[in-house]
């Protein structure tokens, strides 16, 4: 009974989480963005309307708002492909870092902020977790490695909690071990934690210091997909260095950095 209770209070809380996330995102992008007039004075509020977002994707007015309320009703993956779509899930959160990864920790997108920041790119390792421990690159702007990294194989542990049997996570483990003695050790403490939101403190050589929260959100009509999204924290400037550094004079920058 215990069991089941938590099941559907993680539900609706992943529910609850889409509803904010859908509602937040809609708000953001714009009519003209989306290729519609932009209502003149009749527009009451920024942003798109739940009846255009419908219309755009190609849903029934009415499901859409069912799951912006967030319902537990059925969502195909086309669907809720379409509705990202319209919506840029990934696009729309720029200029700030946001990415998408499998059931694994495995990248399937990410925008171009988290390229920038984060350092994600083609000859970056796919995996998330193994990229935390072997990547030089992510440790060395990371300002509390230490810190973090027993919270991050916590929280993946907790994710392969729910498939214990699964091969495809103890692949991940055997190939996370066999490169990192710091992820075995931790691994071995077997401690579980929720993945949710994590304080990140970063050093970019263009930029310096860094502040964002990364918060996991995880999509009910996809469960094996992950949105990760990270927001600035009002410290060090964080909000106005990342608007720059996806500007054309941070890109610029970027080509030539500072090493370190």
């Not at 421990?133 to 729910?162: G, I, K, N």
């Not at 996570?169 to 939101?197: C, Y």
Request: charged residues 25%; negative net charge; contains cysteine.
């Amino acid at each position: 009974m215990a069991t089941a209770l938590e099941s559907t209070t993680a539900k609706q809380h992943r529910l609850g989480e889409l509803r904010e996330f859908l509602m937040s995102r809609r708000a953001r992008v714009s009519p003209a963005e989306a290729g519609l007039p932009d209502g003149g004075a009749r527009r009451r509020t920024p942003g798109l309307r739940r009846e255009e977002v419908a219309v755009l994707a190609g849903v029934g007015v009415s499901w859409y708002q069912w799951l912006e309320q967030g319902r537990d009703i059925t969502v195909s993956p086309q669907v809720l492909d379409s509705v990202a779509r319209v919506l840029r899930l990934i696009d729309a959160w720029m200029p700030f870092p946001a990415h998408i990864m499998d059931s694994y920790w495995n990248t399937v997108l990410y925008n171009d902020a988290a390229a920038i920041v984060l350092g994600m790119g083609p000859d970056i390792a796919q995996n998330c977790l193994v990229t935390f421990f072997t990547e030089p690159l992510y440790r060395d702007r990371m300002a509390h490695w230490e810190e973090l990294a027993p919270r991050v194989v916590a929280q993946f542990r907790s994710a392969c909690s729910e498939c214990p049997d699964d091969e495809g996570f103890r692949a991940v483990i055997e190939e996370a071990k066999a490169l990192s003695p710091e992820f075995a050790e931790l691994w071995e403490r077997r401690d579980i934690l929720p993945g949710g939101q994590n304080r990140k403190e970063m050093e970019h050589p263009l930029v310096g210091t860094l502040v964002v929260e990364a918060t996991q959100l995880r999509v009910p009509a996809r469960p094996d997909l992950v949105i990760v999204l990270h927001t600035p924290l009002p410290e060090a400037g964080t909000a106005e260095k990342l608007e720059w550094l996806v500007s054309p004079e941070g890109r610029r920058g970027a080509m030539y950095p500072v090493a370190g």
